[in-house]
């Protein structure tokens, strides 16, 4: 999971809010015009998010060890910090983004504690549970490949290979061979796998940057350069207690508001946005407790993890703690198979994971090292170990099989873990329903399936209420 050190700072660290601002607070730009980029002030910022990305980490980790009693990492969600950074923070202050995220915290804590969110667990079929797991495999595969460089946009294609279709440059070399590293280590069964290819992917980068100054890759500038941070060695200088200055820098209320104003459209424009937050958290991590569960063997006959309530709980306080720590809502990493993989059976792993985390916290500046390209075989091969469910889905039953299939290959597709799910779920309910099969689907079921379809629509919805 350690790669979320470097991945959360270069996502939240380097984007700007509607005025233009980081999370610190500082502008991200010197000058009026957004040319020149406020380098010292973004370094900092990453090393800031870095810092929170660590201690909220550790402390829920930690907490989901001694109480949920499972083995699962809990630290900042991809999905939704690149959410927050591209979609949230551009139409509002930070402060009022991370007031969102902790918005959506409180009602899946609230869904915790009534049960509800148990019942809805427990009412998604197991077919569907499997794709969830395998989508969620493959968007983390595709994520890896894209912040590699291995795969970006094409010309006269939605993708392509590489640069041109081939593999070219440097840092692109750095991936395939951090590849070939942890497959090998895999294979041979050594602990520490994964970590180790990171580590020694990173050490690559740095010699390579340090001999041929490759430098970044800035939109169709310098194409074969690093695509997210230039590995470089932090100054002595820059080792210090860790700045947690982003700490309680929310705004709870200022995101529903217009102008310090309230308007109807905005108001629900908002609260859509929440909703999206909130199936985004509560759906990937029934998709990634059962994926846990299932490799270690600890699901019961009917593919449930044991101490699911505590789990649950666990995971929605985490979101509001990511809130509330400025590193974007926390939740259970599927990245917890590595731990699995290595023997991990109880919330004891958990534990040693977040003091690990905690430590972290004192070596921020080591964010200047890693770049995405020795992060990124991780994920590819994480994606790997979750195409193992792939066979609990009955794929000779159309009804089964094709709300799966849409499920699996919506995520990356659409760069969404929730559109994948939201497919598969309105799909099942209705191949069901024109079947003769309806019985068979929960009401909890339908009634979700429902709010997706909302989901869905609320572009249409948005413009009805504002011709209103």
Known sequence: ????????????????????????????????????????????????????????????????????????????????????????????????????????GILIFIFVISGLREMIFRAVPRSLRAAIGVGIGLFIAFVGLVDSGVVRAGTGTPVQLGVNGS????????????????????????????????????????????????????????????????????????????DLGLVGRVDLFGGFLKDGHFNIATFISVLLVVFSLMLADFFDTMGTVVAIGAQAGLNDAEGNPPHLKEILLVDSLAAVAGGLGSSSSNTGFIESSA?????????????????LFLLSMLISPVITMIPSEAAAPVLVFVGFLMMSQVTDIKWNDVVEGLPAFAAIILMPFTYSITDGIGAGFILYCITKLFVGRARLVHPILWAVSALFVIYFGQGLLLDLIAKL
């Not at 699995?340 to 040693?352: I, P, Q």
């Open 339 to 355: 731990g699995v993989g290595e023997g991990a059976r109880t919330g004891f792993a958990s534990v040693v994971t977040g003091i």
């Open 167 to 242: 593999l070219v440059g440097w840092p692109i070399f750095v991936c395939v061979v951090g590849f070939i590293a942890v497959v090998i280590l895999y294979a041979k069964k050594v602990r520490g796998a994964m970590l180790i290819a990171i580590a020694g992917g990173s050490i690559l980068a740095l010699i390579i940057e340090e001999i041929g100054k490759i430098g970044p890759h800035i939109g169709d500038q310098n194409p074969t350069g690093w695509a997210l941070n230039v590995p470089r060695l932090p100054a002595a200088s820059s080792f210090s207690w860790p």
């Open 1 to 104: 999971m350690a790669y979320i050190l470097a991945l959360n700072p270069l996502i939240l660290g380097a984007a700007a809010d509607k005025n233009g601002k980081l999370l610190s607070g500082a502008p991200k730009f010197l000058d009026a015009a957004g040319k020149t980029l406020n380098e010292a002030a973004i370094d900092h910022n990453k090393m800031m998010v870095l810092a929170v990305t660590a201690l909220v980490a550790g402390v829920m980790t930690i907490f989901m060890g001694i109480y949920g009693r499972f083995p699962l990492g809990i630290a900042a969600g991809l999905g939704i910090n690149s959410l927050l950074a591209y979609g949230v923070a551009p139409t509002m202050t930070w402060p009022q983004a991370m007031g969102l995220v902790v918005w959506e």
